[in-house]
Structures are given as structure tokens and as C-alpha cells.
């Protein structure tokens, strides 16, 4: 057997157990008993629990049609602005999913960075590969038709604030009386997306049309001007 279909045999029965028993009662020994392996060879292709994870994930973010059919787009202003609107999305509907296992990730990464942070470290390198460089790409092409100002330090940063921002926002919905209440799940939607397109650099003009308004112009030029 190649190692790589070694690998997704591996990945397949992982995906069985942390379906089955969640992934504090899953172990490296019952995921090498279910790929039918010695969990010796387990720990070849996958040197830990967590890495056994973060590639699942991983896994099922590719999968996922909506967001490579996003990430293939050319970068622009709209490109950039649908990303963020995307993470946006994601993050708010967290708390309602019905099996609550998108729940249960962000816990365990939340978990992750009180702990010894590797499942955090490894996750968050996943989501680099696949989404910085489009959102860089995208962020560089709005700053150069003069929707953004330029970035002064690494751009990929305002991907992380943005993305951290938001971490913090769903993890006030997980329990079962929200530990804040933003009002309605609508309103909260646009104030976290102009939040966030303002933080990255971009321009009310620029946000306007994706939020359906119309840009306050007075409070644009005079911005622009300072």
C-alpha cells in the first residue's frame, strides 16, 4: 500500500472514531485499531492526536464547495470583502448548528490555548494555507484600486485580528444564556462586517455596496482628509 492511501485509510477510520466517541474519547490506539494498523505506523504518517484533527478539518474546509469556489476567484475588493463576510457567517451560526460539533471545535481550541496550544498551533497553520494568501492577494489588489489604505506591518495580521474577533463573538453565543446579548442575529451580522472591513483598511465607499447602504460621504471625506 502507498503511503499516501496508507494515509487516507488512516484519516477515514480517524474520522469514524472522532464521529463515534468525539475527540477527548478518541485515542491514537483506537484510530490504529479501526485503520487496522499498529499504532507505531500511526504515528508515521500523524505524530500526534491533534495533527489527526487538524488535517480532518482541514480536510472538510476543502471539501467544502462554497469556499474553494471563493478562494478561486480573482482577488479584488469584492473578493476580499466576501471572505470576511463568509467568516462572519461561519462563526455566527457556530451556537445554532444542531449536533453542536462546530461547537465543540471551537471549545477545544479555545482549550488548545490554555493548554499547550498545539491543536491550536496546527489548526491555525491549516487555515493559513488555505485562506492567507487569497486574502492577501485580495487585500493588495483593494489598497491598489484605493479602496484600502496599505497595510503598515504584515497584512496576513489583519486576516488574524479578523479571525480572532470573531472567535471571541461566537464563543460569547456557546452557552446556553449567551454570556453577552448583541441584539438581533441580522443587525450583528452587518456591525461585525463593517467592524471588520474598517479594520482590515477599507474605505466606506467601498463597503457601502456590499452592505447595502449608502456610504455616510461627509464622514468619508472627512476621514480621507485626516
Known amino acids: 500500500m502507498t503511503s499516501d492511501l496508507r494515509r487516507q485509510l488512516i484519516l477515514s477510520a480517524a474520522k469514524r472514531c472522532f464521529a463515534r ?16 494498523i499498529s499504532e507505531a505506523l500511526l504515528f508515521k504518517h500523524f505524530p500526534s492526536k491533534a495533527a489527526l484533527y487538524a488535517e480532518i478539518l482541514s480536510d472538510e474546509c476543502e471539501a467544502d464547495p462554497a469556499l474553494m469556489e471563493l478562494l478561486e476567484r480573482e482577488p479584488s475588493t469584492v473578493t476580499l470583502v466576501e471572505l470576511i463576510r463568509g467568516m462572519v457567517q461561519h462563526f455566527l451560526h457556530i451556537a445554532d448548528g444542531p449536533d453542536q460539533e462546530e461547537a465543540q471545535r471551537l471549545r477545544l481550541t479555545a482549550t488548545s490555548q490554555l493548554d499547550d496550544g498545539e491543536f491550536a498551533r496546527l489548526l491555525y497553520a491549516k487555515v493559513e494555507k488555505l485562506i492567507g494568501a487569497a486574502f492577501v492577494a485580495s487585500h493588495e489588489r483593494a489598497v491598489a484600486a484605493g479602496d484600502a489604505r496599505p497595510c503598515t506591518g504584515d497584512p496576513l495580521n489583519l486576516f488574524w485580528f479578523a479571525h480572532h474577533s470573531l472567535v471571541m463573538a461566537a464563543l460569547t453565543r456557546l452557552p446556553a444564556t449567551p454570556c453577552l446579548d448583541y441584539g438581533k442575529a441580522s443587525d450583528l451580522e452587518r456591525q461585525l462586517c463593517e467592524f471588520l472591513l474598517r479594520g482590515i483598511g477599507l474605505n466606506d465607499a467601498a463597503i457601502a455596496p456590499h452592505l447595502g447602504r449608502a456610504p455616510d460621504l461627509g464622514k468619508t471625506a472627512s476621514a480621507e482628509s485626516a
Open 21 to 36: 466517541h468525539g475527540y477527548t474519547g478518541t485515542t491514537t490506539k483506537s484510530v490504529a485499531a479501526a485503520a487496522a
